[in-house]
């Protein structure tokens, strides 16, 4: 246990820096095959060449590296190893501002909505899981197989959209046209946007969206886990020793099958933080997502490689952690 | 497949040759014993499912290949007194916001999604798999350092490395989408192959084989690749519908194609705004979206089925 956790660690420290490195390799062909981003953000209009040198420089395109394609720009790329870890600095943003400042304002409304997300999915994944694969070929079996199909195969900005116009526009209208309703509910929850005003209600809706997609995952998973487990010889045996339904079906088969669910709910941490680029951006969320994707279509290139850079580091760091944890849960799996 | 050597049959024929005279019978002029294939294709032809999946796939994927089979209607020729008028007999699916035929539109739309689809797909199929049979098959230092990079490439979550890469660049066409899919989705493939060729380059007939002095290049492509490769086709079909999706999802942040191209992304991010007075502006390249991806993955988890011996 001990060995393999610092192996782990070990293979931490290179997976961290190939990662950032592709990252940086595919910005820097970028560059080097389409021109300075820089000009972009002049649209067609020609910009004063002291300008362009100026912004240029304090993006760090300036590197005359970033004019030879196919160049790794190993120097560049020892530069920004520096400012993140030394100087903990992503860059900066046209007007100035540093990224990290950006990614603190916006975070707690992305933390909200994954909280929201995550315990949707494991909530309501593992209860359909559950009930799907205690009763195998079941009604409620069918049902949750064909209605996660048809979950896991709906893109998530395609639910998104509908959500946002069925639920919050049409059916919140109803409800705001009623005057029993309290306004959290009519006007928050059920609210098309994020609103200032409700912070938790508004990020309800957003978030059951962010999860749909995992939670249709944690159901098969649960399901073809449980399925599997309640033929093995140990809950046989359970059964023969006479213990009750409830305990054999809570101890013995569920903790056993929820190993390789909570590992995936773990790695899930790190796909719904990109998910929420998609969600917030639909339900207006001003969160790291939304500003993700504003960057982007604004062409602050900056921002967006500085504020994937520490996502990646989060999501790497998540995926270390749930490594670990995968090791303390399941005894039966011995790591030499 | 049918082209396995004679090492091969002599120990795999015995048991799938087992299945009992109403299999020969159905099979009937082929006269020899049925292989996996030859199985797994009848049991598709018999799932409805895999059927009716894979007609709407052929279907769209004629709209790709050869939209005029479908309309007449030029989807360029726009008049915006015309402008989101509702569907009637003459245009099926109406006009859009600037007054093009919206179903010529839908077809037209076909394209760009399924072409990049089916490129990105080919190309991590060849790469990843070609990467995949090398780490398996030699392991050792091969093996490492392949995986290593795998683990790099995995790292890098799809849709954020996409965004990246797509926003600096700025070119945003049929082909660096392409790109991009491929770059980032390569080391599935090459992983699912990697361990189905480890588990099958220790069985009896691969040694037998190599008693026999085949050379590595035959081993990997005759004996090994054949048996190992059932699992990358089911989930290349599966990537296929989740290509079709990312090249919309791209789309409809605003980093994938641009408005004068036409897709089915682009109709919905265009018109998501006037889903409350002409909601079938929304619907229809809705529907045709999440019919492709539903059919690619009906089609992967039939496939999967079909060619899994254990589900028999």
Redesign the interface.
């Known amino acids: 246990m001990g060995r393999y956790v610092i192996r782990r660690l070990l293979q931490f420290i290179p997976t961290v820096l190939g990662t950032m490195f592709l990252l940086h390799y595919m910005t820097a062909l970028a560059i080097q095959f389409s021109g300075n981003p820089v000009r972009a953000l002049f649209g067609d209009r020609t910009p004063p060449p002291a300008l362009l040198q100026a912004i240029t420089e304090r993006l760090g395109y300036g590197d005359p590296c970033l004019d030879q394609r196919g160049n790794p720009c190993f120097g560049l790329f020892a530069d920004r190893l520096q400012n993140i870890f030394f100087h903990f600095d992503f860059g900066i943003n046209l007007r100035q501002r540093e990224v990290t400042d950006l990614v603190a304002d916006a975070i707690p409304f992305t933390l909200k909505l994954l909280v929201i997300a995550i315990l949707f999915e494991a909530v309501v994944g593992i209860a359909a899981g559950v009930l799907a694969g205690l009763r195998g070929g079941s009604f409620a079996d069918y049902l949750v197989k064909i209605s996660t199909v048809f979950v896991i195969s709906v893109p998530i900005f395609v639910l998104g959209v509908v959500v946002r116009e069925f639920v919050g526009v049409k059916f919140g209208n109803v409800l705001r046209g009623q005057d029993w309703i309290p306004d959290v509910i009519s006007s928050g929850m059920f609210s098309p946007v994020f609103k200032p005003d409700y912070p938790m209600a508004s990020l309800i809706i957003p978030g059951m969206v962010l999860g749909a997609t995992s939670l249709a995952v944690t159901a098969r998973l649960t399901r073809t886990s449980i399925m599997e487990n309640i033929r093995a010889d140990y809950v046989r045996t359970a059964r023969a020793k006479g213990l009750t339904n409830k305990r054999v079906i809570g101890v013995h088969t569920l903790r056993n099958s929820l190993i390789p669910v909570i590992t995936f709910l773990g790695v899930d941490i790190g796909a719904a933080m990109a998910g929420a680029v998609v969600t917030e951006t639909i339900f207006n969320v001003p969160g790291i997502g939304r500003l993700v994707t504003m960057s982007a279509r604004t062409g602050e290139s900056s921002v967006v490689v500085g504020v994937v850079t520490m996502l990646v580091l989060v999501v790497l760091v998540a995926n270390l952690l749930v490594d670990l944890l995968y090791a303390v849960l399941d005894p039966r799996i011995r790591y030499e | 497949m049918s082209d396995l050597t004679s090492a091969g049959t002599a120990v795999g024929g015995a048991p799938v040759g087992g299945d009992g005279p109403s299999t020969e019978a159905t099979t009937g002029g082929e006269g020899r014993s049925a292989s996996l294939w030859a199985d797994a294709r009848r049991q598709l032809l018999r799932d409805p499912i895999f059927v009716i999946a894979f007609i709407y796939v052929l279907v769209v994927g004629s709209m790709a290949a050869f939209p005029k089979l479908w309309t007449s209607q030029d989807p360029r020729s726009c008049n915006t007194d015309r402008s989101r008028i509702s569907p009637s007999g003459e245009h099926p699916f109406g006009f859009d916001i600037l007054g093009c035929d919206y179903y010529a539109h839908a077809i037209y739309g076909a394209r760009p999604s399924m072409v990049i689809a089916v490129m990105a797909t080919s190309g991590i199929v060849l790469f990843g798999g070609t990467l995949g049979l090398l780490a398996g098959y030699y392991g050792g230092w091969v093996d490492t350092i392949i995986s290593?990079?795998m683990?790099?490439?995995f790292?890098?979550?799809?849709?954020?490395?996409a965004?990246?890469?797509?926003?600096?660049?700025?070119?945003q066409n049929i082909w660096t989408i392409t790109g991009v899919l491929f770059?980032l989705a390569w080391p599935t493939i090459a992983r699912i192959i990697r361990g189905s060729v480890i588990s099958s380059k220790d069985l009896d007939y691969v040694q037998a084989a190599k008693a026999v002095g085949a050379r590595n290049s035959r081993l990997m492509f005759r004996h090994i690749l054949p048996n190992a490769i059932a699992p990358m086709l089911v989930y290349a079909t599966i990537v296929l519908?989740s290509f079709v999706?990312a090249e919309?999802?791209l789309t409809?942040?605003?980093?994938g194609l641009q408005p004068p191209a036409q897709s089915w992304g682009i109709m919905?991010s265009t018109h998501?705004v006037y889903?409350?007075e002409d909601?079938w502006l929304?619907l229809f390249p809705?529907g045709l979206?999440?019919g492709t991806?539903?059919s690619f993955?009906?089609m992967g988890?039939a496939l999967r089925d079909a060619l899994d011996p254990k589900f028999r």
């Open positions: 290593r990079v683990d790099i490439f790292s890098l979550p799809f849709l954020l490395g965004i990246v890469f797509l926003t600096v660049i700025k070119r770059l519908g999706a919309a999802t409809f942040l605003g980093v919905i998501q889903f409350l909601p929304l809705c979206l999440v991806v539903l993955i009906l988890d």
